[in-house]
């Protein structure tokens, strides 16, 4: 299953939704990954990885790493991140 949240507008709940949505379809012991391609980053500091130095989507992006490389875990049982990172503003 795909889940996605697309808005163009700021301020909607998407990345509220998204963390949330994550949290809980992992409560029940589904495996999930969230992929943050927001270059502020909220969904990656809201799993508490703002000082992941790893590879992120924006590595991935320009082929620098593969997308497994870039999926961490979180913490939170079957619940990964792909993190984002600042450097995604300026991808085109």
Do not use: H
């Not at 799993?47 to 992120?56: A, D, M, V």
Request: aromatic share 6%.
């Amino acid at each position: 299953m795909l889940i996605s949240f697309f808005c163009k507008k700021g301020g909607v709940g998407k990345t509220t939704t998204a963390v949330n949505l994550s949290a809980c379809v992992a409560a029940q012991g589904k495996r999930v990954l969230l992929v943050d391609i927001d270059p502020q980053g909220n969904a990656t500091s809201g799993l508490g990885k703002n000082e992941y130095e790893g590879p992120t989507v924006y590595d991935v992006l320009i082929g620098e790493a593969e997308a497994r490389e870039a999926v961490v875990e979180t913490g939170f049982g079957p619940l990964n991140l792909m993190p984002t990172a600042i450097e995604l503003a300026g991808a085109e």
